[in-house]
Every structure is written in structure tokens, then in C-alpha cells.
């Protein structure tokens, strides 16, 4: 069954430093969704793709953080530098297009504390 | 704008009992409602959807929930807990239409007791 992969599962930086998470989707999959889901939290949506273009980054603050899909597959999602408050599990999904009619897929998570 | 509304952060109910948990919602506009579980060191996965077709809603694992309008609802139950069941489970809402942008409530932990 496929399943959208991440890496790295586990990041541990200073504040700072820079960040970096990889992601990619269901093949074939159009649209590509970012998500910040803080500890006793829901996910919260940071960005969302169609193909290769930003659709909504209206929640990434993008003082510090950049989100890439530049060949419309795997995406990229940066933080530079990292602060305390970034402290979270960074949620990657994709769904073959976008509306709420079609399912999203999610990712294991990349699992990120900043001290 | 929408939001939901998990009525229970913790829920514990002992294996072979049924399960209940609470999710009410709010929205300007006909919306789309789900359902996700999210296991310990797994992504999250859908039960369920409403999409404006059947009230009464089956999804995996032998969970069900019934939208009711007249009360801004959208519950999830299952007859009969299994300990495989013990997951964080999320209630989310989109609109119809427009960005279709999913707003995740806060989340139920649901434990299971042998």
C-alpha cells in the first residue's frame, strides 16, 4: 500500500539553527499539504500545494519558514533559524487533488525539539 | 469561519464496551465533516466522512457517526471497544467549497481497559 514517507522521523536542534524536513507523497498525488501539530493540539494547516504552486501559506510564518515543491513531487520545509515555540510534530500529506471529497493521506510525522 | 469542538480531551471505556466520542461543530456554511485516529508513532488515518449525502455515516473498524444538524453534531461510536481501538481520534471540518481548508478540533485520547 503506498503510504506518503518523511524524514527525518526525529530532529533535535538548538534555537537558531537551521531546520530542514523532506517529504514525499502518494505517486501521483497533486496536491501536498504541510501541517504544525503542537503537543494536546490539532494539526494546524502551514501550507498547501497544487503541483508545483503554493495554493494557501496564509498560517506559515514565513519570517522564518519556506516550504519548495519544485518539480511538483517531494517538498521541502525549512526553518531558519529555529526557535523554542517550533517545537512540534511537522505533518506532511497529499491527496490526489485538492477538496474535501478527496482524502488526505498523512505521513508518520517529523517529531522536532528545539532547545 | 468554522471551528469544532471536542467535548472530551480523555476518554476510558473497558474492552467490549461501547464507545462514544463527542465532536460538535461550527460553520457558516454546509460543511464536510471526518474523522481521523492517529496511533502512537503513526500517521493519521481517516475513519470516516460526511460529505451532505447520508446523515448516518460507517467507516473502518466498525465505527460509525451521525450528523445531526438541528444539534451542530457529529459523534463517533462504535458498539464494542477492541484495545487495537486506544488512539487519539480527531473530529475535522471543511466547507464545500472555496479552499476546502480541513480545521482539526483539539483531539479525544481514548483509552481501552483490559
Known amino acids: 500500500e503506498a503510504e506518503v514517507a518523511q524524514s527525518p522521523r526525529y530532529k533535535i536542534t538548538e534555537k537558531s539553527q537551521a531546520v530542514a524536513f523532506w517529504c514525499d507523497p502518494i505517486?501521483?498525488?497533486?496536491?501536498l499539504y504541510w501541517y504544525r501539530q503542537i503537543l494536546g493540539q490539532g494539526p494546524e494547516l502551514l501550507v498547501q500545494f497544487q503541483d508545483e504552486s503554493v495554493v494557501d501559506d496564509s498560517q506559515l510564518p514565513k519570517d522564518r519558514f519556506s516550504a519548495e515543491r519544485l518539480k511538483g513531487v517531494d517538498s521541502t520545509l525549512k526553518i531558519q533559524p529555529a526557535e523554542l515555540g517550533d517545537s512540534a510534530m511537522y505533518l506532511c500529506?497529499?491527496?490526489?487533488?485538492?477538496?474535501?471529497?478527496?482524502?488526505?493521506?498523512f505521513g508518520p510525522g517529523t517529531r522536532l525539539t528545539v532547545l | 469561519a468554522q471551528s469544532v469542538t471536542q467535548l472530551d480531551s480523555h476518554v476510558s471505556v473497558s474492552e467490549g464496551t461501547p464507545v462514544l466520542l463527542r465532536c460538535n461543530y461550527s460553520s457558516s456554511y454546509s460543511p464536510s465533516l471526518f474523522w481521523y485516529v492517529q496511533h502512537p508513532n503513526k500517521g493519521l488515518q481517516l475513519l470516516l466522512k460526511y460529505t451532505s449525502a447520508a446523515t448516518l455515516v460507517k467507516g473502518i473498524n466498525g465505527f460509525e457517526a451521525e450528523f445531526k444538524k438541528s444539534e451542530t453534531s457529529f459523534h463517533l461510536t462504535k458498539p464494542s471497544a477492541h484495545m487495537s481501538d486506544a488512539a487519539e481520534y480527531f473530529c475535522v471540518v471543511s466547507p464545500n467549497f472555496g479552499n476546502e481548508k480541513l480545521t482539526f478540533g483539539t483531539g479525544t485520547r481514548l483509552t481501552i481497559i483490559p
Open positions: 500529506a497529499s491527496s490526489r487533488t485538492s477538496g474535501s471529497y478527496n482524502e488526505q493521506f
Open positions: 505517486s501521483g498525488h497533486a496536491t
